[in-house]
């Protein structure tokens, strides 16, 4: 698959307690685990969205991203064209391994449905959607790490055969309390601010 150059409008990147916002540092806070970065972020930048507390990690880190990036660029009173194309390595296997725990246990039996729904990866791309109306192709890959061609190109074959206006893709990387999203808006727009870029150097840097 021989990759073209995106047109990257934005990104952002969220690890270390720390949220990189088109390159600049937008929230930073001292070590501590993801509930609470997440739960601080969320606050820091008046989120209204109260289902944020009931996601599952890998989805908060996800939710978190996008309404950054998306936010500013959707309309609640038009149709937004925006594509999700998501991948990560560990799949939703915290989330797994959570609610393996909750029927193994035999003295504290419990499947709570309200877990068993985010042990799949794509839910967090549901909860996207739902979030920003959006209606569009949506998909989610694993793969062991962060494969910057195979998202670049698949973005573009989106945008050139007009199944989006625009394309959220990136990875977002959640498991034991370890994690790391990287998160960019394309189009076919050319933006001179990131003309030497790729989403491969941006994910790097």
């Known amino acids: ?5 995106p047109n990257i409008q934005s990104y952002i990147k969220i690890e270390n307690n ?7 540092s937008v ?3 001292e070590p501590t685990d993801f509930a609470d970065f997440s739960k601080q972020a969320y606050r820091n930048f008046e989120m209204q969205y109260p289902k944020f507390f009931k996601m599952d990690a890998l989805s ?3 939710f978190l991203g996008s309404e950054l990036l998306l936010s500013p660029i959707t309309s609640t009173e038009q149709e937004n064209n925006i594509a ?4 990560n390595k560990s799949s939703s296997l915290d989330t797994d391994v959570k609610y393996q725990e909750s029927i193994s246990d035999k003295e504290n039996y419990y499947p709570s449905p309200a877990v068993f729904v985010y042990t799949l990866p794509n839910i967090c791309l549901g909860e996207i ?4 109306q959006l209606k569009s ?3 989610f890959f694993i793969f062991d790490t962060f494969n910057t061609e195979f998202m670049s190109n698949y973005s573009n074959i989106l945008l050139n055969t007009n199944k989006a206006d625009v394309v959220l893709c990136g990875w977002v990387e959640y498991f034991n309390d370890n994690y790391k999203a990287f998160l960019c808006t394309i189009s076919t727009e050319e933006n001179a601010k990131y003309t030497n870029e790729t989403i491969n150097t941006l994910y790097n840097k």
């Open 1 to 5: 698959m021989t990759q073209n150059k």
């Open 18 to 24: 720390e949220i990189v916002l088109n390159g600049a």
């Open 27 to 29: 929230f930073k806070i």
């Open 60 to 62: 908060k880190l996800a």
């Open 84 to 87: 999700l194309v998501l991948a």
């Open 129 to 132: 959607s739902i979030r920003h």
């Open 137 to 139: 192709e949506n998909s």
